[in-house]
């Protein structure tokens, strides 16, 4: 009896066994396999952007051979439409330009000051209710902003400013501003939170003030993910489609003047995909020509991001 007990225990060993070694095969297949995987995710996004540029090259090469290269980027009109067509691209980088400088002097101060409450000032419940508060502005679609600006911000403008035209440039701006204010608050804020409290409390013990610690150690040490939240704000603000499109007009205007209609570039790609543009023409062109336009500026901003970073980069 003893004898056959004890060759059911080892059986039931060499069972386990087995069945250890093909489950461990198994999870070393899955091991092995995963790697694979991860590199046709990532060659699959390369080749998603290698065929972008591809479209875009090869419709704006096409343009090119239709209008002179130095005529698209030195001209002052743009009239996509009839006999005398002229492709002038300055109207739309200026309206493009003007509309992101706004933003962006409203979301830098705003911003940046908002960074600097909750990382240096706020305590740890407030910051818990208020960052989440913040960040849900991120979250409003584009399209409800853009009639925020058209509804809201450009009649209370126009009490202040009996000049400003129903569409302009300046209510855009302000709300592409508001609308940027999380990215800039939230990269700042964690930018400035990496700083060791070591650094903080060393300013501190030598009789810095709370404001002085703040300004002449903590900003100074997060320069760089500062510096990058405002470039990458700049880039969100050159690529916003739907503000500019409902809220600044369609005007093709080469002005500085912030309360005149103008057009953006975003809101120009919008106007030209959804019109009557007939494949092959050189109307047709000109939308590729400014969408690559719009993405050389893009790239710019975000290599500018990651030099900013690299080059200011503190380690602790």
Known sequence: MAKTLDNASKQNIREMIKEKKNAK????????LIPTILLLIAVISILTTIGILFTLLRETIAFFREVPFLEFFTGTELKPLGENAKFGVLPL???????????MFVAIPIGLMSAIYLSEYASDKIRRILKPILEVLAGIPTIV????????????????????ESTNILSPGIVMGIMII???????????????????????????????????????????????SFVLGISRAIGETMIVTIASGSSKNFTFDITQSMQTMTAYIVEVSGGEAAAGTTLYFSLYAVAMTLFVFTLIMNL??????RKFREEY
């Open 182 to 228: 999380p990215m800039v608050a939230s990269l700042s804020e964690d930018a400035m939170s990496s700083v060791p409290n070591a650094m903080r409390e060393g300013a501190l013990a030598l009789g810095a003030t709370k404001l002085e610690v703040t300004w002449k150690v903590v900003i100074p040490a997060a320069i760089s993910g500062i510096a990058a």
């Open 304 to 309: 500018v991001a990651q030099y900013i970073s």
């Open 93 to 103: 980088l200026t309206g493009t330009l003007l509309s992101s400088v706004i933003a």
């Open 25 to 32: 095969n198994i999870s070393n297949y899955f091991e092995k």
């Open 145 to 164: 902003y853009g009639f925020f600006a058209f509804t809201f911000v450009t009649p209370l403008l126009r009490t202040f400013i009996p000049g400003l």
